[in-house]
């Protein structure tokens, strides 16, 4: 018998109650979330504008949870610094969303967080080859980023596989994120293909029981 993969557990805070955020993320903290996912949006990138690196330093001093921060921005590198210093853990930039991906991943790193790169559905997990050694975290999205509450897109499951594949051939560090219809129904399918850490947010906020809908995505059925 295999060991079961230790998973990791991400609530987006984009389905919480946003009036009550600082509650919603002791709720989440009590019910065993790993870290706390910010979908940072600026209604260009994606069509949505959410918060920015306030909302980050407003709840830092809420959480001892690592706090994951998902930068669906255009021009990512005007704002490393300032998230940086709002306490982000994780900082997560888009392969989309600026030119010179190597050059803001290293600003990343010299800040002394985790680097994490994202792609959305239509970007190959190949464009990614030349910086995976760089970074923390490569984040696949499984919906169209800029809404929660979607449909997981299966076809995305098929760059999981590619990705676990090359981190075993190369011997990188990076987790596998994924973000976008992840739940307890869904959970297996990304979890064989190699996913490493769940961004869930209608499953965990909509949920009667948070903290069973956790432990569902940690350990499976
Ligand atoms: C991009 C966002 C959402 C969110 C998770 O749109 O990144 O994917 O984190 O949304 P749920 O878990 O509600 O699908
Ligand atoms: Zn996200």
Known sequence: MGTRPSIIVASSVLAADFSRLAAEVHKMEQSGADWLHFDIMDGSFVPTITFGSQMVSALRKHTRLPIDAHLMVMHPETMIEEFALAGADYITI?????????????????????????????????????????????????????????????????????????????????????????????????????AEVLVAGSAIFKAEKPELEIKLLKEGE
């Open 94 to 194: 888009h392969q989309e969303s600026t030119v010179h991906i190597h050059r803001v991943l290293t600003s990343i790193i010299k800040m002394g967080k985790k680097a994490g790169i994202s792609i959305i559905p239509s970007t190959p997990a190949g464009m990614l080859l030349d910086i995976l050694h760089m970074v923390d975290i490569v984040l696949v999205m499984t919906v169209n980023p800029g809404f929660g509450g979607q449909t997981i897109i299966e076809e995305c499951l098929r760059k999981v596989e590619y990705l676990s594949e090359m981190k075993k051939r190369l011997g990188y560090r990076y987790l596998i994120q994924v973000d976008g219809g992840i739940n307890s129904d869904t959970r297996e399918r990304v979890v064989r293909a190699g």
